[in-house]
């Protein structure tokens, strides 16, 4: 069965960086685009950026543009979130998704992990 | 960008009861090139992650049960559940996939009466 896992997450002070990983099984990692979508507490989803299934392709949100990195490693069928220069409005659960398509993305995410808390507080 | 807007943002209906949820889009997110809308429906119970209920604004994920159902076209879109059922106490969020960045609605939360 499909699963992701995330992990990485923490208690962080404001400007510093944190690197998240979400471990995949289940399917051919190497072919699906994969989604970090986050949650901060007590509010809504809001999507965060994409990865294609070759990392050909990286979106972002205006958000953590320039600040957030996502990559991949096909060998390992790990995904991972770059955080840099945090700060306290990136407080969130962060997930991450599978894109629905493979060879390409749809940007519709058919499975998610059970999300991974990160805290940026001083 | 395209923003996303719900209404309303929270119901109570009861067992058995009908529930409908809208969604508005900002711009159209529909394509001319396949005449698809490019809209999601999710659900996320209590504690969990979102689930997938409904892509192309109207195709049922495989094991969705039968009385949700999607419907619209270009900015205006609804999610009804036919007949409400205790676990789908939920909060529900549309998602725009027409263009990046994508985006969801701020969610409706369904409860019972």
């Known amino acids: 069965q499909v699963q992701l896992v995330e992990s990485g997450g923490g208690v962080v002070q404001p400007g510093t960086s944190l690197r998240l990983s979400c471990a995949a099984s289940?399917?051919?990692?190497?072919?699906?685009?994969i989604h970090w979508v986050r949650q901060a507490p007590g509010k809504g989803v809001e999507w965060v950026a994409i990865?294609?299934?070759?990392?050909?392709?990286?979106y972002y949100a205006d958000s953590v543009k320039g600040r957030f990195t996502v990559s991949r490693d096909n060998s390992k069928n790990t995904l991972y979130l770059q955080m840099n220069s945090l700060r306290a409005e990136d407080t969130a659960v962060y997930y991450c998704?599978?894109?629905?398509?493979?060879?390409?993305?749809?940007?519709?995410?058919?499975?998610w992990g059970q999300g991974n808390l990160v805290t940026v507080s001083s | 960008d395209i923003v996303m807007t719900q209404s309303p943002d929270s119901l109570a209906v009861s067992l058995g009861e009908r529930a409908t949820i809208n969604c508005k889009s900002s711009?159209?997110?529909?394509?001319?090139?396949?005449?698809?809308?490019?809209l999601a429906w999710y659900q996320q119970r209590p504690g969990q992650p979102p689930k997938l209920l409904i892509y192309?604004?109207?195709s049922r994920e495989s094991g969705v049960p039968a009385r949700f159902s999607g419907s619209g076209s270009g900015t205006d879109f609804s999610l009804t559940i036919s007949s409400l059922q205790a676990e789908d106490v939920a909060v529900y969020y549309c998602?725009?996939?027409?263009?990046?960045?994508?985006?969801f609605g701020p969610g409706t939360k369904v409860d019972i009466k």
């Open positions: 289940g399917f051919t990692f190497s072919t699906y685009g």
């Open positions: 998704a599978r894109d629905r398509c493979t060879a390409g993305s749809c940007y519709v995410m058919d499975y």
């Open positions: 192309w604004a109207s």
């Open positions: 711009q159209s997110v529909l394509s001319s090139s396949n005449n698809k809308n490019y």
């Open positions: 990865i294609w299934y070759d990392g050909s392709n990286k």
């Open positions: 998602q725009q996939y027409y263009s990046t960045p994508l985006a």
